[in-house]
């Protein structure tokens, strides 16, 4: 049970690869949602299951996150899932949080797709004993995983990391997905051309 005070932190992982509009109206949403003090933005290192030739670095990827997040006072980089030994288990992150901050109010947020994969992944039960699940869903509330605490957190966004980095490879501006400091550092840059 919260009590009065205690802290409530989302923890969001991702590659942001890169960040855009769509997660942050997701992370405003939930904070309206759940009354949250802190979202915590984790990248983490890119999946050697999803090779991309236009991903961006790890480096890239967390300097892109703090530039999206700078006007968010609520908003916090994490580079604890690109530092750590890897591969960055969630359950292992979760811990790690509430270690941190043993008086908080631990919530995962993530995507439908992986709230149906979460069974899947290494010690989901671990990873359920740490935190309340905030899940984005487009198409109605998620199914429940029995003793699994879960908020659904409805909505859409058009943005799509996959598309923008097509986009970008393309010769096209991918103009209002991404935040303008955003923007402004893949050019710099010369991200995603591939």
Known sequence: MSTAGQ?????????FDPIHGGHLQITSDARELLAL?????L????????PDARSASP???LA???????DLPWAVADDHDLVCPQ???SWRTAEEMARRYPDARLYWLMGADQWRALPRWQNP???????????FARDGAPEPHPGWRMHHLPGSHPASATAIRAAIAG????GEWLPPAVAAYVRGQDLYKG
């Open 7 to 15: 802290q409530r932190i989302a923890l969001f992982g991702g590659t």
């Open 37 to 41: 003090d802190q979202v915590r933005f």
């Open 43 to 50: 990248p983490c290192h890119i999946s050697p299951h999803k």
């Open 59 to 61: 480096a890239d990827r």
């Open 64 to 70: 892109m996150v703090r530039l999206a997040i700078q």
């Open 87 to 89: 591969p960055a288990y």
């Open 125 to 135: 039960e671990c990873l359920a004993a740490a935190v309340e699940f905030i899940v």
């Open 171 to 174: 010769g096209s501006n991918p």
